[in-house]
């Protein structure tokens, strides 16, 4: 597929490298490209750059990899048009650090996957990758062993689709649901960041185990 990266920070770059290794063509759309010069030489053909708006047209799936503050100012840039009828998968957090502790901008009676949603019509939403740190994205295995990746979105074809992303990168991964289900996600999102707050550790991960 022709995949569109909106976003161009650490999680960004890793995400298209790992998409590029699954064959897909990858392209961030940014107002920086010049810092994105190692990273497209590092994929070669595979990977492109692009303003926002060229690459949300270009692609046939979206990601947005922004700061939570910035995902409605990245969406309108992009053009609203640009994204009708495309899985877009939501990374992003509404993440909220003005009190002076870790806290979210909106949760419990809505959330930003919603808020996506709505401002996204005629997109498929399926909210993935929130719950981690950038590199671990796309390499989970980790000390204790492999944890589990949770989505939720409306639409069951595009979570199958960011699923086989997900089971390509080693995830094993759990359906919650609509895009409602978004607000646990994005609480469980700032409860990775509370334990990092905590303990200073970054790579960490959640594992669902019962019997």
């Not at 790992?18 to 490209?33: F, K, M, N, S, Y």
């Not at 799936?61 to 053009?79: M, P, Q, S």
């Not at 809505?110 to 950038?134: T, W, Y």
Request: charged residues 20%; glycine residues 12%.
């Amino acid at each position: 597929m022709k995949i569109g990266i909106l976003g161009s920070g650490t999680a960004g770059q890793t995400l298209g490298r790992g998409l590029a290794r699954l064959g897909h063509e990858v392209r961030i759309g940014t107002r920086d490209p010049a810092k994105l010069g190692d990273w497209q030489r590092a994929l070669g053909p595979s990977a492109s750059v692009s303003s926002t708006a060229e690459c949300a047209a270009w692609a046939e799936a979206i990601v947005l990899t922004v700061h939570g503050t910035a995902v409605d100012a990245v969406i309108e840039a992009a053009g609203i048009e640009h994204f009708a009828g495309k899985v877009v998968v939501d990374t992003c957090d509404p993440l909220d650090f003005s009190s002076g502790r870790p806290g979210l901008f909106v949760g419990t009676t809505d959330s930003l996957g919603e808020r996506v949603q709505r401002r996204l019509p005629d997109a498929k939403v399926v909210k993935a990758f929130n719950i981690v740190l950038a590199n671990v994205m796309i390499e989970p295995t980790l000390s204790g062993g492999t944890p589990d990746m949770f989505i939720a979105g409306n639409d069951a074809g595009a979570k199958e689709l960011v699923g086989t992303w997900l089971r390509a990168f080693g995830w094993p991964v759990i359906d919650l649901g609509d895009i409602q289900n978004a607000r646990w996600l994005e609480a469980l999102s700032l409860l990775w960041v509370v334990y990092h707050f905590q303990t200073g550790k970054k790579l960490h991960a959640f594992q669902l185990v019962g019997k």
